[in-house]
T-cell receptor, first 113, second 113 residues
Framework: DTEVTQTPKHLVMGMTNKKSLKCEQHMGHRAMYWYKQKAKKPPELMFVYSYEKLSINESVPSRFSPECPNSSLLNLHLHALQPEDSALYLC????????????FGPGTRLLVL | GESVGLHLPTLSVQEGDNSIINCAYSNSASDYFIWYKQESGKGPQFIIDIRSNMDKRQGQRVTVLLNKTVKHLSLQIAATQPGDSAVYFCAENNAGNNRKLIWGLGTSLAVNP
């Protein structure tokens, strides 16, 4: 099973809302990632978790708050977002940071109004 | 059909022809390279990878070639099918960059029936 699942598939939220994106993998991977992708652009790294600890934060605004409750789950909490935050949010996982192949989920399409 | 990813972001080929998608990478220290396929509305899908100690690797209908002298990577798709229509991203990776993926801009492949 090489599947990474993400929920919801689509999300529309206002700038004052609080919402969460969820990601799950059951491959025993110990590294998990959040990416943001704008149309016709490559994914941009946001956060990396390794063994459930935040390893990399790519200077992401604090209105995005990641959480890794356990080795299979990764959340991204959203609060007070801006319209320019509208994008496809992708979760990925890999065996470890030294194992470079990252497997991606289908993404959550986020629209901020 | 053939493309240079940075200069021709769209490649159009006839069904059954071979496709070549090119990528120029930036860092001579990069030691791991990956090709991803991203269909519309989906997350990137791992296709094939290659390490810097190799210059060619073959998969099912796909071949990746690595030329470290000129820092060039290519993806060859044999007998291109309509289901191959997607955006293809190359990505490079090295230990000196915390193993973060550095993505190419992507090439859109359109297969004409």
């Amino acid at each position: 099973d090489t599947e990474v699942t993400q929920t919801p598939k689509h999300l529309v939220m206002g700038m004052t809302n609080k919402k969460s994106l969820k990601c799950e993998q059951h491959m025993g991977h110990r590294a998990m990632y959040w990416y943001k992708q704008k149309a016709k652009k490559p994914p941009e790294l946001m956060f990396v978790y390794s063994y459930e600890k935040l390893s990399i934060n790519e200077s992401v605004p604090s209105r995005f708050s990641p959480e890794c409750p356990n080795s299979s789950l990764l959340n991204l909490h959203l609060h007070a977002l801006q319209p320019e935050d509208s994008a496809l949010y992708l979760c990925a996982s890999s065996q470890g940071l030294a194992q470079e192949t990252q497997y991606f989920g289908p993404g959550t399409r986020l629209l901020v109004l | 059909g053939e493309s240079v990813g940075l200069h021709l972001p769209t490649l159009s080929v006839q069904e059954g022809d071979n496709s070549i998608i090119n990528c120029a990478y930036s860092n001579s220290a990069s030691d791991y390279f990956i090709w991803y396929k991203q269909e519309s509305g989906k997350g990137p899908q791992f296709i094939i990878d290659i390490r810097s100690n190799m210059d060619k690797r073959q998969g099912q209908r796909v071949t990746v070639l690595l030329n470290k002298t000129v820092k060039h990577l290519s993806l060859q798709i044999a007998a291109t099918q309509p289901g191959d229509s997607a955006v293809y991203f190359c990505a490079e990776n090295n230990a000196g960059n915390n193993r973060k993926l550095i993505w190419g801009l992507g090439t859109s492949l359109a297969v004409n029936p």
